[in-house]
């Protein structure tokens, strides 16, 4: 089975444990078997093997967050980057001829598409595995899963199906409702619209060259920011005429918000928080090194991070989007690649960073115009590279860099190094790579 998983989110609806780099689904809420906690993107990535141990499993996504699923999948897993963010459309079609022009998969053959961060279980994906024979059966042009809805929700398009059969034909859709609307449309049999579909490649390769200019996946990379804003319901779905749904009634929710994220929780408190007896139905979520202490809440989300700290009635919850767009701040966090970094403190003229390298990762050999930089070792062994030179290190030295000087270091162990910068102009711009010899 060839899925590819569509990674998109800009991080606000989750704030303040979701940022630009790392968007909700990269945020560990979910506690395994072993005591671990894993994302969603783990989550979702772990149950479609468990299911198909061979599928060909392709994430496209915005260059931002490369490094975060790089971080939580490893460096093999198959990404699709899109230069720019130009809605699902493009990305799907970006996506199409990446399996097709670089993977090598033939155009005859059929590919499910569904988002990265459903909360479902294992019955999700083999229903995916029968909407992937479905499309392979050529029965239609587009196969989707329709969701079987549980409540008249505003926030999801319905499909109208033409009969109750598990297989239907789809008659029409029906665009985000009022809650009146909705009940009208789920007592004539429509099904949510989850964003999961399957289809030959050829298809939507064909649907691509008719709506964009390209001869195959490096032009249309290259032509990427180009490209018209479109979503693919808009751009192909809602055109189509010959589609089938497959009905879905499994457990299936959208973990868009903090009111259906902490639903889904299987813990009131992750990290260091109190609640006394006279709370009810709080959840607490605290990344940050102090407590948290909560007396007679209700109905409240609690979450803190880097980024700052939000404490909300868990249904105004849903509306947090206009008013983080209101803040203009760093990003304070993320994971890469490489390990990760957390700002511990900002003023006028330093910048002081907190840093994991993991091991056998290493920062890039470059330089800075305008500050100064001292390392600090907190943790683990390596070696610095600072104008050519090289040292060993480990924990409690101390390496200093003047402005202009080129610097690295590599990590043998897992490294944690307090970064403090120094300089009356501390910008993210201020940094020039070299190749490294």
């Given at each position: 089975m060839n899925i590819i998983l569509l990674s998109g989110g800009s991080g606000k609806r989750l704030w303040p444990l979701s940022n630009d780099v790392r968007s909700?689904?990269?945020?560990?809420?979910?506690?395994?078997?072993?005591?671990?906690y894993e994302s969603m993107v783990q989550r979702v990535f772990r149950q479609i093997r468990s299911v198909d141990a061979d599928a060909t499993i392709t994430i496209a996504t915005s260059k931002s967050q490369v490094s975060s699923i790089q971080n939580q999948l490893g460096e093999n897993v198959n990404i699709c980057v899109e230069p720019c963010r130009r809605d699902t459309f493009p990305a799907i079609a970006l996506a199409t001829a990446y399996l097709h022009d670089v993977q090598g998969i033939p155009a005859e053959e059929t590919v499910v598409v569904c988002p990265v961060d459903p909360y479902v279980d294992e019955n999700y994906f083999k229903a995916l595995k029968d909407l992937d024979d479905l499309a392979a059966k050529g029965g239609a042009n587009l196969a989707l899963l329709g969701i079987q809805p549980t409540y008249p929700s505003e926030k999801y398009g319905y499909i109208i199906p033409s009969d109750t059969e598990p297989v239907s034909k789809v008659v029409t859709f029906k665009e985000k409702p009022d809650a009146e609307t909705a009940k009208e449309y789920i007592r004539q049999g429509a099904l949510w619209n989850g964003g999961v579909f399957a289809y030959q490649l050829k298809y939507v390769l064909d649907r691509a060259h008719e709506l964009i200019d390209f001869t195959d996946y490096q032009d249309l990379f290259s032509k990427y920011d180009t490209l018209t804003k479109i979503s693919f319901d808009y751009a192909v779905v809602e055109k189509e005429s010959d589609i089938q749904v497959l009905r879905f009634a499994g457990e299936w929710k959208d973990l868009g918000t903090w009111n259906t994220l902490t639903e889904a929780m299987d813990e009131t408190v992750i990290g260091n928080a109190i609640l006394n007896e006279t709370c009810d139905n709080v959840h607490v979520i605290n990344e940050l090194d102090m407590p948290i202490l909560c007396m007679g809440l209700k109905?409240?989300?609690?979450?803190?991070?880097?980024?700052?700290?939000?404490?909300?009635?868990?249904?105004?919850?849903?509306?947090?989007?206009?008013?983080?767009?209101?803040l203009n701040k760093p990003i304070m966090f993320a994971d890469k690649s490489w390990g990760s970094f957390r700002v511990l403190?900002?003023?006028?003229?330093?910048?002081?960073?907190?840093?994991?390298?993991?091991?056998?990762?290493?920062?890039?050999?470059?330089?800075?115009?305008?500050?100064?930089?001292?390392?600090?070792?907190?943790?683990?062994?390596?070696r610095t590279i600072i104008d050519g030179m090289e040292q060993i290190v480990q924990a409690g030295d101390v390496i200093t860099m003047q402005a202009g000087c080129r610097h690295t270091i590599i990590a043998e162990t897992e490294l944690k190094i307090m970064e403090v910068q120094l300089g009356k102009e501390i910008s993210v711009h201020d940094k020039q790579k070299f190749a490294l010899e």
């Open positions: 909700k689904q990269f945020i560990k809420l979910f506690k395994k078997e072993n005591g671990e109905d409240v989300v609690v979450s803190a991070s880097p980024e700052g700290i939000l404490v909300s009635d868990k249904e105004q919850s849903s509306y947090i989007k206009p008013f983080v767009d209101k403190d900002v003023e006028d003229e330093s910048l002081t960073i907190k840093v994991t390298l993991n091991p056998g990762h290493r920062m890039n050999y470059h330089s800075h115009e305008r500050r100064d930089e001292m390392w600090t070792i907190i943790s683990g062994r390596g």
